[in-house]
């Protein structure tokens, strides 16, 4: 029941409707019919749904019909706020041109009124909205660099952020050293940022970025950053020696130039380092970036050598890298050898000589070659800088010169010349002594004199009543100068009494063996012995008075022309008779003290007559 009396009552209220809207319509047409030259047509606004601000965008009204006799009013206006951005009077129904520059507060919804000027009675129109976009273009595009410095190590992140002083709907695109930068794993790209999480060298470049306001897939404006130039260092990487000056084995006097070098890196010191010392600089080792230098190289050099090449940055260590050991060798120049030889006895016949080489310095090994002459008799290649060499030798004959050649490879150097020649030892051997005179003119010591007439390996022995004297004992000593002499120093006592003498032998050959006379030697002896030279002296002295006399006596009596020569002759044999008349060993020992005062004294004098002379000299000279 209420379901039809409301169907009812709705058909009822549609049919009111329906009669009013009727009404309406015919009322509409009778105004149109009215006034049908005075009706404005709706305008078309046309322009542009974006413009950039600052720049001119250009507006039109269009009419599709204009009223006759009427100017009508066009007006470009702002819907938010009814803001009139331009008017414009059209008497004959042209369209109206608004060219405005842009600015940020046209944005939004723009239309087109046009009205009547002189006739209130036609209605004005309203264009359809037209929404305008106001475009900033992008300005002063600059980097910043979030991550901090722009210099800094491999590893570390690298963040970029591109902004701007101006614009809006910007995109960004990056370039690296004016290349387009691509996302990739490690680069991600959002928005205005840049983020490298672990920067390698490959990341150092000139970084620019380019801000864009695109619209609808076209450019509006652009704006380019400067560059900022990223560094990225490397760590230090494989550090090597290269030996610049050739080989690792060198002589003294050479030079020696290494280089380190690395695979990589940035700002890197360089050490050097010998045998793990630190190698510090010196007037003859120049050390400069990379490179060690020593001008002239001694053997102080040899050792291991490695180079460390370390990253600083700020004064912190940042990477080391250390090279492999270099092993450089200094090789001594060989030092001229010295030559000996010793004779050995084969057997009874036959003899060799065994010359030995030797050179003080020098690296090792050392080659020794002997030369006869400019015959090579033999070479040899030593590890102790000594060579020994056996030659066949006949004894008392000249079988040439030696010498040897040493060379280690830098420059050979050669011994002396070293004559072959042995002489076996042959008499006589003499003795002879000189006496340290003490307190009260005692003798307290003495040095007796062995010498042999010949023999160039001669060995002396010492002998006090049959017992061998060695080197040195409580009251002597003996003082070998081969192969003139041997010396027996004796300090007189008690214990020295008895009887001396010296044996020489061939060092090589004992059975050669020639003794000198022996002597009877003891404190009171020598001390007796001034009293007998004064009582030889005088025998002989007074033998020789009275033969003198006798011969004179002779002489006038039956010869007058007896020569002096003669006499000098007679005395000379005589003094010989006297010396063999006596005690051998005493006399002699007497005749040498004197002999060698005799001879002082001669040498003494010597200057004095020679002086004498030259004055003698001068003063004819002078009186010439
Ligand atoms: C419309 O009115 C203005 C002044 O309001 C006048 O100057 C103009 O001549 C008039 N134009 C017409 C066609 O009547
Ligand atoms: C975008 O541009 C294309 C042609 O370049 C055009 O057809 C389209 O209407 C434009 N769209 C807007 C929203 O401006
Ligand atoms: C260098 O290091 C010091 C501290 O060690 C720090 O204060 C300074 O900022 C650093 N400089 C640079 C350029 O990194
Ligand atoms: C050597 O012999 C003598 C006697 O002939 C003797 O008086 C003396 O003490 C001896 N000397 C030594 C050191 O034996």
């Keep these: ?80 706020n009814a803001k009139q951005l331009g008017e414009y009077t059209s008497l004959s129904g042209e369209a109206a041109t608004f060219s405005l520059v842009t600015r940020l507060s046209y944005e939004g919804n723009l239309e087109c009124w046009a009205r009547a000027q002189n006739n209130s009675h036609i209605r004005p129109t309203v264009s359809r909205t037209h929404y305008l976009r106001v475009v900033e273009g992008v300005k002063g595009a600059h980097i910043v660099v979030r991550s901090g410095p722009v210099e800094f190590f491999q590893g570390q992140s690298l963040e970029l952020l591109c902004e701007i002083t101006a614009g809006k709907n910007v995109s960004y695109k990056w370039l690296q050293n004016g290349q387009l930068i691509s996302p990739s794993p490690s680069l991600h790209l959002s928005d205005n940022r840049l983020f490298i999480s672990r920067t390698t060298s490959e990341n150092t470049g000139n970084y620019t970025c380019i801000a864009s306001n695109y619209y609808n897939h076209t450019v509006l404006s652009t704006s380019k950053s400067p560059d900022v130039e990223i560094t990225v260092k490397e760590g230090v990487k494989e550090a090597h020696i290269v030996v610049l000056s050739g080989p690792v084995e060198f002589f003294q006097g050479q030079s020696l130039e290494l280089l380190c070098e690395i695979t990589a890196g940035n700002n890197v010191s360089y050490k050097w380092l010998q045998n793990g010392q630190l190698i510090s600089p010196s007037p003859s080792l120049h050390l400069s970036d990379n490179r060690l230098f020593i001008s002239r190289i001694t053997s102080e050099n040899t050792g291991d050598y490695t180079c460390t090449a370390t990253d600083y940055y700020n004064q912190t260590v940042l990477s080391t890298s250390t090279s492999p050991d270099v092993e450089i060798k200094v090789k001594d120049v060989v030092s001229a050898p010295a030559i000996s030889f010793t004779v050995l006895k084969e057997d009874s016949y036959n003899y060799s000589a065994v010359v030995t080489c030797e050179s003080a310095n020098g690296t090792r090994p050392v080659t020794f070659s002997l030369y006869n002459r400019t015959e090579l008799v033999a070479s040899v290649t030593s590890d102790n800088r000594k060579a020994i060499f056996k030659l066949p030798l006949v004894l008392d004959q000249y079988s040439g010169e030696l010498q040897c050649n040493a060379d280690n490879g830098a420059q050979a150097a050669h011994s002396q010349w070293l004559p072959l020649e042995v002489v076996s030892v042959g008499g006589p051997v003499t003795m002879h002594y000189d006496s340290d005179i003490g307190e009260h003119f005692a003798v307290i010591g003495l040095k007796l004199y062995c010498k042999v007439a010949k023999g160039s390996h001669p060995r002396y022995q010492w002998f006090l009543n049959k017992t061998l004297l060695r080197d040195r004992g409580s009251f002597y000593y003996v003082v070998d100068q081969p192969p003139e002499q041997s010396i027996l120093l004796l300090s007189v006592g008690r214990s020295s009494a008895g009887t001396y003498r ?65 006499m000098t002759v007679a005395y000379e044999d005589e003094l010989e008779l006297c010396e063999y008349g006596e005690d051998a060993g005493v006399v002699r020992s007497a005749r040498g003290g004197e002999f060698d005062q005799t001879s002082e004294a001669s040498a003494d004098e010597w200057p004095q007559i020679a002086e004498q002379k030259k004055t003698l000299e001068d003063e004819t000279f002078e009186a010439l």
């Design 1 to 80: 029941m209420l379901e039809v009396s409301s169907c009812t009552k709705v058909s009822h209220f549609s049919l009111k409707m329906f009669a009013s809207l009727l009404v309406v319509t015919l009322g509409l047409c009778y105004c149109r019919k009215d006034s049908n030259q005075t009706f404005l047509g709706i305008p078309q606004l046309i322009g542009p749904s974006k413009a950039v601000l600052g720049k001119i965008v250009v507006f039109k009204c269009v009419m599709p019909s204009h009223p006759k006799n009427e100017s009508v009013l066009l007006q470009l206006i702002k819907k938010d």
């Design 502 to 566: 010296c044996q020489v032998s061939d060092s090589f050959d004992n059975t050669t063996a020639i003794s000198s006379r022996k002597r009877y030697l003891d404190k009171e002896v020598l001390n007796r012995l001034p009293v007998l030279v004064v009582a030889v002296v005088f025998g002989c002295f007074t033998t020789l008075i009275l033969l003198v006399s006798v011969c004179c006596c002779v002489g006038v009596v039956y010869n007058g022309g007896l020569k002096m020569e003669r």
